[in-house]
Structures are given as C-alpha cells and as structure tokens.
C-alpha cells in the first residue's frame, strides 16, 4: 500500500451509504447489528454530525476504505464506528483514523476520549491498549448490547 495515496478526510453526505456499509459488515460478522446502530448508521447526519460529533474517512486511491466516527454524549466524546474495509485490513488504516482522532481531540481540547469495545476483539484492544486507552467501569445501562469493556484517554 503506498502511505502516499491514503488521505483522512472528513464527512461528506455522499459517503453516508459507505459509513453505513463499512460497519454493518464488521458488525454482522462478529456479532449483529442492534437497533440503536441501525439508527446511527441510517442517519449519520441526524445522529452524529448535527449534535456536534464527527464522522472521518481514510480514502485510499479514490475508494472509501475506513470510517471512524466521534459521537458528542453530551458529557464526553466517544470513539465508535470505526470500520476497515476487510480487503485492506492489517494495512495500519484503523490505527492510523485513531491517531487522526486523537490529533483532532487534542485540537479541540477536549479532555478525554470513550470508547466501547467486546473483548473478543482482541487485535482493537490491543490497540486501544497501546494507544494508552485504559479500562474503566462499564456502566450497566450501557447503549450497547454486546459492550463488555469501556475505555478511557486522558488527553
């Protein structure tokens, strides 16, 4: 893969059906897709740009290759529907959105960044991990059914 040819760019409505498409195929192949996705994925506009959140895209020789979104919660920003195309996984594409994420977060001076996560996901958590992303209390009402680890970055 040359580095050269893939660019982050931020939203655009013409790449709504690929923030939906990139997550609903990750989502159906480790676990399903629940109702409060299908409403986030359906309306990215709606429900993540319009409350002052943030939807990224790793573009690679003109193809839309990866996603990365950040949801406002109204308390804090957290990380979600990150998704890497799986014909250009193990390229560094999801490490390097999040590193995109967090240069941005900083800019912004936010204070910290959320992320939900399954453990099965092992190579993500790694990641997270890696990144400095630390485990922290999983609330019990968490929005997400197959959550079963909530992380947090100190910015």
Same mark, same amino acid.
């Given at each position: 893969?040359?580095?050269?040819?893939?660019?982050?760019?931020?939203?655009?409505?013409?790449?709504?059906?690929?923030?939906?498409?990139?997550?609903?195929? *990750?989502?159906?192949?480790?676990?399903?897709?629940?109702?409060?996705?299908?409403?986030?994925? !359906?309306?990215?506009?709606? /429900?993540? $740009?319009?409350?002052? @959140?943030? $939807?990224?895209?790793?573009?690679? &020789?003109?193809?839309?290759? @990866?996603?990365?979104?950040?949801?406002?919660?109204?308390?804090?920003?957290?990380?979600?529907?990150?998704?890497?195309?799986?014909?250009?996984?193990?390229?560094?594409?999801?490490?390097?959105?999040? /590193?995109?994420?967090?240069?941005?977060?900083? &800019?912004?001076? *936010?204070? !910290?960044?959320?992320? /939900?996560?399954?453990?099965?996901?092992?190579?993500?958590? &790694?990641?997270?991990?890696?990144?400095?992303?630390?485990?922290?209390?999983?609330?019990?009402?968490?929005? /997400?059914?197959?959550?079963? $680890?909530?992380?947090?970055?100190?910015?």
């Amino acid at each position: 893969m040359d580095k050269e040819n893939l660019e982050i760019i931020a939203y655009q409505p013409e790449f709504a059906a690929d923030f939906y498409n990139l997550n609903v195929e *990750w989502l159906e192949k480790y676990f399903y897709v629940e109702t409060y996705d299908k409403k986030v994925l !359906s309306n990215p506009q709606k /429900y993540v $740009i319009d409350p002052g @959140g943030f $939807i990224f895209f790793a573009k690679y &020789n003109n193809e839309i290759v @990866g996603v990365v979104s950040l949801i406002n919660q109204k308390t804090f920003f957290e990380l979600s529907k990150m998704a890497v195309s799986p014909k250009y996984q193990g390229l560094k594409i999801g490490q390097k959105l999040m /590193y995109y994420c967090l240069e941005f977060a900083r &800019n912004q001076e *936010w204070k !910290s960044i959320t992320l /939900y996560s399954h453990r099965k996901l092992v190579p993500a958590i &790694n990641l997270y991990k890696k990144i400095g992303f630390k485990e922290v209390v999983l609330e019990e009402n968490s929005r /997400y059914e197959r959550s079963d $680890i909530k992380m947090l970055l100190e910015l």
